[in-house]
Structure formats: structure tokens, C-alpha cells
Nanobody, 127 residues
């Protein structure tokens, strides 16, 4: 599976951006999709995860502002980010794993659970 993230940019606080993640390759067996972000000097952190058959699960810091969606026909998923804040500034990564496990979705908030990663797209929010 290959992932291509795009859509980042510079936006003022309160603005919006939509990130895209296009998947290619053997995507039929992809069961869990995620977005993560990494700010300078910080660890990569969970933003949102969607497991097949489940609703998306968001980090508290973005809940109500970000929305994840998927276009199955084009093997692309999106992260709509509204009401952006300076603290949202980071490189954003999409990721997938083929390991679908029952149980708590919190299993997937760790970056270590994912097998494939996009290259990242920079989001900068100015105050």
C-alpha cells in the first residue's frame, strides 16, 4: 500500500483546510485508517482513527473541529479541519494498517500499530 498525503498549507487561526490521503496498491485489505501529526520537538500524536465498521474516533484536542471522511471509489480519505488553532501546527501524516482487531479502538491511537505511512503534509496556523 502506498499513501500520498496532500492539502497542507498556511492558514490563519479560525480558518479551514482539507487534507487528502490517496491510497494505491493492495488497498482492499486496509481496515484501519488514521491521521497523526507531529510538531517540531514533539512526538507523533494521534488525531483520528477509523476502523472498518466503526465510527471515527477523534483526539479530544480536535473533536468537534476535525472530520474524517472516505471516498471508497477513489481510495482516498480526507481530513476536514475547521476552526484551526496555532497549536494545530504540525506535519500531518496518514497511516493505515491491515490488522483489524476487535476490542477497544484505543489500541490504534499508537503510531506503532500502523504498517504504512504517507510522506506527511505541513499545516501551519498563524495567530
Amino acid at each position: 500500500v502506498q499513501l500520498q498525503a496532500s492539502g497542507g498549507g498556511l492558514v490563519q487561526a479560525g480558518g479551514s483546510l482539507r487534507l487528502s490521503c490517496a491510497a494505491s496498491g493492495r488497498t482492499f485489505s486496509v481496515f484501519v485508517l488514521g491521521w497523526f501529526r507531529q510538531a517540531p520537538g514533539k512526538e507523533r500524536e494521534f488525531v483520528v482513527v477509523k476502523r472498518s465498521g466503526d465510527s471515527a474516533h477523534y483526539a479530544d484536542s480536535v473533536k468537534g473541529r476535525f472530520n474524517m471522511s472516505r471516498d471508497n471509489a477513489n481510495n482516498t480519505w480526507y481530513l476536514q479541519m475547521n476552526d484551526l488553532k496555532p497549536e494545530d501546527t504540525a506535519v500531518y501524516y496518514c497511516a493505515v494498517t491491515k490488522k483489524l482487531l476487535a476490542g477497544s479502538v484505543y489500541y490504534y491511537v499508537s503510531p506503532a500499530r500502523y504498517d504504512y505511512w504517507g510522506q506527511g503534509t505541513q499545516v501551519t496556523v498563524s495567530s
